[in-house]
């Protein structure tokens, strides 16, 4: 079973639009940490906000924030007032804290292509 | 300082090459990594090193090498590759292994082509 799913291969939004990428996880480790990570077509992994499983706030960071829901396991990433410069590809990746079967390594999703339309 | 670098950007051998990669951070972190990842695919974790000891290869085959020299430099040698091994290359650094939430800080990557 997939531990992280992202259901949109592709997302359009129009510029100065928030835009939620979907993220769902699954893991049976009380203590995990999930990510945000922006891929510009330059290959760079740029890392952009951080959930972890006891935060009892969803974390914000700057116009990127995450919306976490611990019951329905999922980790959405809003962009609010999209810029042209936010046209990537977006993986969302856990980390379970008790080692695992994963090692305490990043898993990542497959993966959303967002394109952000002037 | 919060970069992570790595050299060459671009990289194309044949399949008889010795090749290296490069990558070196400086900001006191104690694991580092190196990632593959296909075009519009994930990336795919290959080695961990902490405190400059190998501490995970995820069944890579013989023909890359990695190496840790010291904390801030870790290098990933290429020999005998195959076209399917053409991809982008990244290496990643953090605090350690199990310290904290383990933000893993990225670097530009390299697009090695084999042919």
């Known amino acids: 079973a997939q531990k992280i799913t992202q259901t949109q291969p592709g997302m359009f939004v129009q510029e100065k639009e928030a835009v939620t990428l979907d993220c769902t996880y699954d893991?049976?480790?009380?203590?995990?940490?999930l990510f945000w990570y922006k891929q510009p077509s330059s290959g760079e992994m740029i890392f952009l906000i951080y959930?972890?499983?006891?935060?009892?706030q969803n974390a914000t960071e700057g116009r990127y924030s995450l919306n976490f829901q611990k019951a329905r396991k999922s980790a959405n990433l809003v962009i609010s007032a999209s810029q042209l410069g936010d046209s990537a590809m977006y993986f969302c990746?856990?980390?379970?804290?008790?080692?695992?079967?994963?090692?305490?390594?990043?898993?990542f999703g497959k993966g959303t292509k967002l394109s952000v339309k002037p | 300082d919060t970069e992570v670098t790595q050299t060459p950007k671009h990289l194309v051998m044949g399949m008889t090459n010795k090749k290296s990669l490069k990558c070196e951070q400086h900001?006191?972190?104690?694991?580092m990594y190196w990632y593959k990842q296909k075009a519009k695919k994930p990336p795919e974790l290959m080695f961990v090193?902490?405190?400059?000891?190998?501490?995970i290869n995820e069944s890579v085959p013989s023909r890359f090498s990695p190496e840790c020299p010291n904390s801030s430099l870790l290098n990933l040698h290429l020999h005998a590759l195959q076209p399917e091994d053409s991809a982008l290359y990244l290496c990643?650094?953090?605090?350690?292994?199990?310290?904290?939430?383990?933000?893993?800080?990225f670097g530009p990557g390299t697009r090695l082509t084999v042919l």
């Open positions: 893991t049976s480790d009380p203590s995990y940490g």
């Open positions: 990643a650094s953090s605090q350690g292994r199990w310290v904290g939430y383990n933000e893993q800080f």
């Open positions: 090193y902490s405190y400059e000891k190998l501490s």
């Open positions: 990746a856990m980390r379970e804290m008790n080692y695992g079967g994963s090692q305490g390594n990043l898993i």
């Open positions: 900001m006191g972190h104690r694991a």
């Open positions: 959930q972890g499983s006891y935060d009892q």
